[in-house]
Structures are given as C-alpha cells and as structure tokens.
C-alpha cells in the first residue's frame, strides 16, 4: 500500500476521488502476494498492482465502478495451473481482491 500513497495523495489534492485494491486472499501461486495494492483515480490514472494482465484491465473496470457507487466490492479471480498454461499464463491460482473508495 505505500507505493501508491503519494499517488493519490496527489490524485486527491487535484480534486479526483481514489478506489484502492488490495489483495485479501490467495491460494495457490499467483504473481502478487496479500497486501499487495493498486489505486485508480476517477480521471482514470493507475498506479500499483494487484496482479497483471488482463486482471489488471478487470480491477481498473471495477475500481472505476466502486468510484460511481460508492459500495465496497470482494473480486475473485482464478484458473488452475493445468489451465494456466493451456491459455498462456504463468501461473494458476485464485486471488481475491477487495475494492474500496478512499473517503473524503
């Protein structure tokens, strides 16, 4: 999470609201460990990283609705490691991903 708090720090003294996402739970190998933390501000700025890939494009998408909402969202994303490499990816698993706007 620090890695991004001078981010939107800068994100909120511009005016723009902020949503975090942080990993919460992870079974299985996954490319991000618990903790780990991305921001997306409602001018559509990014910074940090919850897992990679097209994960990423999914979290960004769900940030950006916590932002117009204002509810709190648990994700879940996942895929065995057999089917990890039939589509191409490095590793299998599941990782949850609780979003939430930053309060005012």
């Not at 990993?23 to 990283?49: F, H, I, N, Q």
Request: charged content about 20%; glycine content about 12%.
């Amino acid at each position: 999470m620090r890695e991004v708090l001078s981010e939107i720090e800068a994100w909120r003294a511009a005016g723009n609201r902020v949503a975090v996402a942080t990993v919460v739970k992870v079974e299985g190998s996954a490319p991000r460990p618990v903790g780990a933390a991305m921001a997306v501000s409602s001018a559509g700025d990014l910074t940090g990283s919850v897992s990679g890939g097209c994960v990423e494009a999914a979290v960004f998408e769900e940030a950006q609705a916590v932002l117009a909402t204002g509810t709190p969202k648990l994700l879940r994303y996942g895929i065995t490691d057999e089917m990890a490499w039939d589509v191409g990816l490095a590793c299998g698993g599941t990782i949850e991903v609780f979003v939430e706007p930053v309060a005012e």
